[in-house]
């Protein structure tokens, strides 16, 4: 018959000791491990931006740096021999996460500007005046069709265009002609005014105009450029032909 076990009787497992400095020891390195891999996706968001100009190249650079953890690690007192697979995984998941939210950040202002500026076909017309009675009324302006727009034969023609850009223009020329012929219009900012055309309240953002008197019905070829502070650039061509 068993004999009945008495409240008093003591357990037979006894829990371990708890290693409280080991504990701290382990969180310590975890914690400076997290950090130092932070900071070295910050060297391979660098090593990507170098190479931005190739997205490919810029990637696969990004991801390979990562792999220098392996080495680095060791180097500045962080003994990686105690590392798991999963543990490798975590780093490496911090990295990647951490590298791409850098390379973004330098990817756009005020560190870095890869796009280039904006002057969609859209986004002009044209229209014309008598110089004797000059808008308003507003007066028609016709969109660019194709690589041209044609307009009425009148004193003035009226050229209306919009170019932006993600950070700002540095340099925005309008050239009427080519070769040594070729002259330079002033193009004006309108944006947030009343337009001269029947077909528009308002300019909206980025909007210009620019204005020049034709010589009787010749035709003009216009060629409208825009940069930004970095130096890229854009540039729409088309014709102004007469009705």
Known sequence: MARRKRKDDEPDWTPPDFDEVGYMRTEIQAARVAVLTIAWAVVGAFVSYLLSSNPAAAF????????????????????????????????GITYFFSWLAFWILLLNPPFGDFTDPTILPQWISAGSYPASNPPPPPIPCFPLTGSSIRVGTNDTILLVFRATDNVGLSKLTVELGTG???????????????????????????????TFTPAG???????????DLTGRMAAVGFDILPQ
């Open 180 to 210: 040594p012929s070729k002259t330079f219009l002033t193009p004006t900012l309108v944006a947030g005014r009343t337009s001269e055309c029947k077909d528009q309240a308002i300019y909206p953002g980025g909007t210009y105009r620019a």
């Open 60 to 91: 696969v650079a990004g991801i390979a740096v990562a792999f220098g953890l392996y080495f680095v690690l060791p180097l500045i007192g962080i003994d990686i021999k105690p590392f798991k697979r999963k543990d490798w995984m975590a780093h």
């Open 217 to 227: 019905s010749s035709s003009y070829h216009v060629t409208i450029t825009a940069a």
